[in-house]
């Protein structure tokens, strides 16, 4: 298999993450298309061997934290995710959860979102998340640990929004 093969073996990885982290399907799509370029100029710089998918995602980290700083990508809340791009068939409860977790992600701080996102969404190791956002594993278990606690704090938020205590 090619470099370029490779590539789009992990493509549908790239486009959950960059989902994840820009909210917007457009932004996604532009996020992940960098990041292909990107990868695709620099392929002498990659060493067989080792791993292409963490490779993939760094590039496409930096990408989004560049994009940030310029303002490129806004924050915004994720509108509905289709049911089509749930593995599987959702009922209306699940896509309800879906939507509430996805608002929430968006409020998250970007490190917090980006480790939920490589730990949950990709189904990253520790090692390959820390290699990714170039940091030690124990601060990803930190920041993992603190993402969590933000992730609940801001779903119990939403929860009380949309159910307010009854009075009696």
């Known amino acids: 298999m090619d470099f370029r093969e490779r590539i ?3 493509l549908p990885h790239l486009r959950a993450v960059a989902r994840s982290l820009t909210g917007r399907k457009e932004w996604a799509d532009d996020l992940v298309h960098d990041t292909i370029l990107r990868a695709l100029s620099a392929e002498a710089q990659f060493q067989p061997g080792t791993n ?3 490779w993939l995602l760094t590039i496409l980290r930096n990408h ?3 994009n940030v700083r310029r303002r490129r990508f806004e924050v915004e809340p994720m509108g509905d995710i289709p049911d089509s791009a749930l593995p599987v068939a959702a ?3 699940t896509t309800i959860e879906v939507n509430e977790v996805g608002r ?3 409020t998250l701080a970007v490190e917090h979102r980006e480790i939920l996102v490589l ?3 990709a189904g990253m190791s520790y090692e390959e998340a820390a290699e990714v956002c170039g940091v030690a594993v124990g601060t990803i278990k930190s920041r993992l640990n603190r993402a969590r606690n933000e ?3 801001a ?3 939403g929860a009380a929004h949309f159910n307010p205590p009854l009075s009696g």
């Open 119 to 121: 730990i949950s969404a």
């Open 151 to 153: 992730l609940k704090k």
């Open 52 to 54: 292409l998918k963490a």
């Open 64 to 66: 989004y934290i560049n």
């Open 8 to 10: 789009v073996e992990y």
């Open 91 to 93: 009922t209306q409860d």
């Open 155 to 157: 779903l119990d938020a």
């Open 104 to 106: 929430a992600l968006q």
